[in-house]
């Protein structure tokens, strides 16, 4: 079945750590891929998005991500995080032949320790 | 930035109760979304509507669920005999448009949810 895998359930790291993410998708053909973050008592919100054009693309808070089609992945990166970058962070992929629903990967919990 | 919002945030009901889910998507989004996330689990798609009429929906989305959009502002869920494993974080999303060559690439924009509780 097609899906959406994030390989990473926590990740713990202290300030001004580098952060990578990695997610991988099992879709064939043409595929747009979301980031999203989910702060604590928040919504759902767009981090990044990338449709077609540079596979790097930089999103907001400092955050970018990097398509990579021949290994299926749209891993997030952050250079160096912050405390505020405690959140639950979702990979998820739209497919032209599955309509225009969003299938989620299972997200990352992130704690910065300050 | 415009929102959309749900309510109530968080629901209790008995099993075997109907329940509605309420969300007031952005006032110029066309496509309207559900989707919920079990505890533990990864968020599921429930169902897309766009144009008054639903336009693709999963296999969770069986006879016990309905969508609505009763006027111009609110899209409901209702499900009509709640099951204990109906409990679940519901979210409800909305998005501009949907473009067939792009294969939905326009962002969908998701209220804070509603936690639903079967006891």
């Known amino acids: 079945a097609q899906s959406v895998s994030q390989h990473n359930h926590h990740v713990i790291l202290s300030e001004a750590a580098s952060l990578e993410l990695g997610c991988n998708y099992s879709?064939?053909?043409?595929?747009?891929l979301f980031w999203y973050v989910q702060y604590p008592g928040q919504h759902l919100q767009l981090l990044l998005k990338?449709?077609?054009?540079?596979?790097l693309v930089k999103g907001i808070k400092g955050f970018e991500a990097e398509f990579i089609k021949s290994k299926f992945s749209f891993n997030l990166r952050k250079p160096s995080v912050q405390w505020s970058d405690t959140a639950e962070y979702f990979c998820a992929v739209t497919h032209k032949a599955a309509g225009n629903k969003l299938t989620f990967g299972g997200g990352t919990r992130v704690l910065v320790k300050p | 930035e415009p929102e959309v919002t749900q309510t109530p945030s968080h629901q209790v009901t008995q099993m075997g109760q109907e329940v509605i889910l309420r969300c007031v998507p952005i006032s110029n989004h066309l496509y309207f979304y559900w989707y919920r996330q079990i505890l533990g689990q990864k968020v599921e798609f429930l169902v897309s509507?766009?144009?008054?009429?639903?336009?693709?929906k999963s296999e969770i989305f069986d006879d016990q669920f309905s969508v609505e959009r009763p006027d111009g502002s609110n899209f409901t869920l209702k499900i009509r005999s709640t099951k204990l494993e109906d409990s679940a974080m519901y979210f409800c999303?909305?998005?501009?448009?949907?473009?067939?060559?792009?294969?939905?690439?326009?962002?969908?924009?998701f209220g804070d949810g509603t936690r639903l509780s079967i006891l």
């Open positions: 990338y449709f077609s054009g540079d596979p």
């Open positions: 879709y064939g053909g043409t595929v747009n």
């Open positions: 999303a909305s998005s501009t448009s949907w473009e067939v060559q792009g294969g939905g690439n326009q962002p969908q924009h």
């Open positions: 509507f766009y144009n008054n009429e639903i336009s693709e």
